[in-house]
C-alpha cells in the first residue's frame, strides 16, 4: 500500500480547515524547512515554499532536505519541492516555488489566496515589513524563530493586521518584569550576544551553532501549531518552547494569549505612534476615576522604536508621595529608582523610563505651560537619545505628546 495525501491526513488527523488552505512559508533554512515538512507529512500539500537562497554544504546538517554535497549551489526552495514529491505517489503536484526574498514575494503578491503566512527567516526586517503590509482580515500569520542560542523556540500566531509581532515582542517583556521563566529567557538571551539587538527576533550570527535535534524538536511543536491554527479553540497568541533547561532533552511549554496594544499618533506630530497595552491604558483610566476631581499621574516604563517612530507602553509606577488637588500634581520620587532599576535588569534594559502621564480633572487635554516646563525639566534630560512621551488623559480620553529636543 502507498501512501498518498489521504493517507497521510488520516494518520495524523489532520483537519480540513488546514489541509483546505494554501500555505505559505517564508524561508526554507533549518526551522523553515522542517515546519514545511512536518506540514507535508501531515498532508497539507497545498504549499508555497519562498526562498531565494541555495544550499550550502553546512545546510546538510540540519536542513530537512535529503540532499548532498553535490546539490551545493541550487535554490533550497526548489531542492525542498523536489523531495517532498518523492515522498507520496498517485497525486497531482501542488507545491509552489518562489525564488525570491521575503518581502519581495508578499510585496507583489496577492495575498487572498493564502489561508496561512508563515515567516521563518528569523530576520527582523521581515518581521517590520510583515507589519507594515495589511492582510486579508482571515488569513493567519506565523512567525517561527530560534533564541537564547537555539533552546528557546518562538511561534507567534496573528489574524489579518491587528495586531504587530512587535507587540507581542513587548508583550513578552511586560511579562519577563514578572515571570521567571520570560525573564530567565531574556538573561540567557543577553549572554547569547555580543551584539546589542532586539531579543527574540532570530539569530545573531550568519550560522547559529545549535543542533538538528533541538531544531526539529521546536519545528515539530511549531507545526503543531500551525496543523491546529484554523480549529475553533483556537487563539492568537505566542508559544514559548523551552529545551534543555531543566535537564538535556527536557521541553517546557509556554502559550500566552495575544496582547491588545492600542495605536495612537503623537497630538502634535502625527509621524509618531504610541502602542500602548490595553491593560495599561484601562488601569490608567480607572487609577483616574479613583481619584476623581484631583489629579493624579504616575511614570510610564518601555521601548521605543526611533527609526519606525514608534513609542511601546508596556508598564507603569505609581509614587505614594505624590501630592495632588484639582489644579496641580506634584509627581512623587519615592520608590521610583528602585523599580527603574528593576524593570531594566528583568526585561535586560530592554524596557526603561520613556516619560509620564498624569490626569487633567477640569482642564482640556493638552499640555499646559507647568507640564511643558515639566517636560523640559525633569523629563528631557532622562531621555537619553532626546525622545520622551507625555500622557494627559481624562476618564475615558487619552492623548499623547511626543516630548523632543
Known amino acids: 500500500d502507498y501512501p498518498n495525501y489521504v493517507t497521510a491526513r488520516d494518520l495524523s488527523m489532520t483537519p480540513k480547515s488546514i489541509y483546505s488552505k494554501r500555505i505559505a512559508i517564508l524561508g526554507c533554512g533549518a526551522v523553515g524547512s522542517k515546519i514545511a515538512l512536518h506540514l507535508f507529512r501531515c498532508g497539507i500539500d497545498q504549499l508555497t515554499l519562498v526562498d531565494y537562497d541555495t544550499l550550502e554544504p553546512h545546510n546538510l546538517c540540519r536542513h530537512a532536505l535529503l540532499s548532498t554535497p553535490f546539490d551545493k549551489g541550487r535554490n533550497k526552495a526548489e531542492l525542498l519541492k523536489e523531495t517532498f514529491n518523492k515522498m507520496f505517489i498517485g497525486v497531482l503536484d501542488h507545491i509552489e516555488v518562489e525564488k525570491k526574498n521575503a518581502l519581495n514575494f508578499l510585496e507583489h503578491t496577492d495575498l487572498t489566496k493564502y489561508g496561512v503566512i508563515i515567516d521563518a527567516t528569523a530576520s527582523a526586517a521581515v518581521m517590520h515589513g510583515i507589519d507594515a503590509i495589511e492582510f486579508p482580515s482571515s488569513t493567519k500569520i506565523v512567525r517561527a524563530c530560534l533564541s537564547a542560542g537555539g533552546d528557546v523556540g518562538i511561534t507567534y500566531v496573528s489574524t489579518g493586521s491587528k495586531r504587530l509581532f512587535s507587540d507581542y515582542y513587548t508583550e513578552v517583556l511586560r511579562q519577563a518584569i514578572t515571570d521567571d521563566d520570560f525573564f530567565s529567557w531574556l538573561d540567557q538571551e543577553r549572554k547569547n550576544t555580543l551584539e546589542d539587538v532586539r531579543i527574540g527576533e532570530g539569530c545573531h550570527s ?48 509556554i502559550w500566552s494569549d495575544a496582547p491588545d496594544y492600542l495605536d495612537h499618533e503623537c497630538v502634535n506630530n502625527p509621524q509618531w505612534h504610541v502602542r500602548i497595552s490595553k491593560i495599561l491604558l484601562d488601569a490608567i483610566r480607572k487609577e483616574t476615576r479613583v481619584y476623581g476631581k484631583k489629579e493624579t499621574g504616575g511614570y ?62 477640569i482642564a482640556p487635554l493638552v499640555m499646559s505651560e507647568t507640564d511643558i516646563s515639566t517636560s523640559c525639566d525633569s523629563v528631557l534630560p532622562a531621555m537619553p537619545n532626546g525622545i520622551g512621551l507625555c500622557v494627559i488623559t481624562k476618564t475615558s480620553d487619552t492623548k499623547f505628546f511626543l516630548l523632543s529636543k
Open 206 to 253: 550568519i550560522t547559529m551553532k545549535v543542533s538538528d535535534d533541538t531544531i526539529s524538536s521546536h519545528a515539530a511543536l511549531m507545526s503543531t501549531v500551525i496543523r491546529k491554527i484554523n480549529e475553533p479553540k483556537s487563539t492568537d497568541g505566542f508559544l514559548l518552547s523551552i529545551a534543555n533547561d531543566m535537564y538535556p532533552g527536557s521541553m517546557v511549554t
Open 300 to 361: 510610564l516604563f518601555g521601548n521605543i522604536d526611533y527609526k519606525r517612530h514608534i513609542i511601546y507602553v508596556a508598564e507603569q509606577f505609581i509614587p505614594v508621595d505624590s501630592r495632588h488637588s484639582e489644579s496641580e500634581l506634584c509627581l512623587g520620587k519615592k520608590g521610583f529608582p528602585e523599580f527603574d532599576k528593576h524593570i531594566m535588569r528583568r526585561t535586560a534594559n530592554q524596557l526603561y523610563y520613556i516619560g509620564d502621564w498624569h490626569s487633567h480633572t
